[in-house]
Nanobody, 120 residues
Framework: QVNLVESGGGSVQPGGSLRLSCVAPRLIFSTYIQYSMAWYRQASGSEREMVAT???????DYADSVKGRFTITRNNSRKTVYLQMNGLKPEDTAVYYC???????????WGQGTQVSVSL
């Protein structure tokens, strides 16, 4: 299995920032780099939606709602993907999930999720 360990969630005020981290500690480097990584989120009562993705070659994609505010990066040597979230809005409140998608097979593994709450 692809064990994904997330951190960085919390409660912030509107306009604040958070950086989420997701590490795959059980994968060796040569395996980790075969995965595209993604951040999804699921607000209460809503479907899970894509927030940002980054391929193993570094190509990124973002949901329109977060463009210009969120940045996804990966550090393959650390087997870690990050989501820098700036200018947070109340509508960003959700459980954020890290996902690993194998570039060849499409198999997907999700982390446990980390809560992000944005409110006054």
């Amino acid at each position: 299995q692809v064990n994904l360990v997330e951190s960085g969630g919390g409660s912030v005020q509107p306009g604040g920032s958070l950086r989420l981290s997701c590490v795959a500690p059980r994968l060796i480097f040569s395996t980790y780099i075969q995965y595209s990584m993604a951040w999804y989120r699921q607000a209460s009562g809503s479907e899970r939606e894509m927030v940002a993705t980054i391929t193993n070659s570094g190509n990124t994609d973002y949901a329109d709602s977060v463009k210009g505010r969120f940045t996804i990066t990966r550090n393959n040597s650390r087997k870690t993907v990050y989501l820098q979230m700036n200018g947070l809005k109340p509508e960003d409140t959700a459980v954020y999930y890290c996902g690993a998608v194998h570039s060849a097979t499409g198999s997907t593994t999700w982390g446990q999720g980390t809560q992000v709450s944005v409110s006054l």
